[in-house]
């Protein structure tokens, strides 16, 4: 793998081909920097998963929409419940049931969520959902900047997009819903429910 390409826009036109093609790399998301990769590609969730390996893979599905998130296999009877949170930085774990195999790992229930910003909300729209987990190593910090992503991933990733640092942004509030419909609260994150 060759150097990683840099951008500094979520709303480059180089981003959209890059990551429909499999590229896996590091982009501002509505809370944190993330590894990304697009959901629907095998080949490019099992490289993002080699490259932050971990006892308890996925992270979060990240998607423009309801729909799009409902197509890739998340059970709508949740996503009905869990659209009123949306956008948001609130992540809803659901079941995986429906999800693929390469997806899911051995995991039965996933988080996603639809992000209210409007660059991401943009490349959602044309690349669909994209599987997403903090840009780190396992039990290091969160890169607040590209610097501290480029220190974790070096050249093992196809692309960076560096809008400068983030600061002290917490990360997503994570919710699930019982069996009666009621919010279960497993991180309270960015957002107060």
Not at 25 to 47: C, F, H, M, Q, W
Not at 81 to 88: E, G, I, R, S
Not at 124 to 147: E, F, I, Q, V, Y
Request: glycine share 6%; net charge neutral; proline share 8%.
């Amino acid at each position: 793998m060759g150097k990683p390409l840099v951008l500094t826009s979520l709303s480059n036109p180089r981003l959209i081909p890059l990551l429909q093609s499999g590229a896996i790399g590091v982009l501002p998301t509505d809370t944190v920097y993330g590894l990304v990769a697009v959901a629907s590609n095998r080949l490019a969730i099992e490289k993002l998963y080699a490259l932050k390996p971990r006892e308890r893979q996925p992270g979060t599905t990240i998607a423009a929409s309801v729909d799009q998130l409902a197509e890739l296999g998340f059970p709508e009877s949740t996503l009905s419940a869990a659209a009123k949170y949306w956008p948001n930085a609130v992540s809803v774990e659901m079941a995986t049931t429906s999800l693929p195999t390469y997806l899911k790992r051995d995991q039965t229930h996933m988080a996603a969520r639809i992000p209210d910003q409007q660059q991401l909300h943009q490349l959602l729209s044309h690349t669909g959902p994209l599987m997403t987990t903090s840009a780190n190593t396992p039990h290091a910090p969160t890169s607040r900047c590209l610097d501290e992503a480029i220190s974790y991933f070096g050249d093992k990733v196809d692309f960076y997009v560096d809008i400068g640092d983030l600061g002290e942004r917490p990360p997503s509030t994570i919710i699930g819903f019982n069996s009666s419909g009621k919010v279960i609260m497993y991180r309270q994150g960015a957002v107060e429910l």
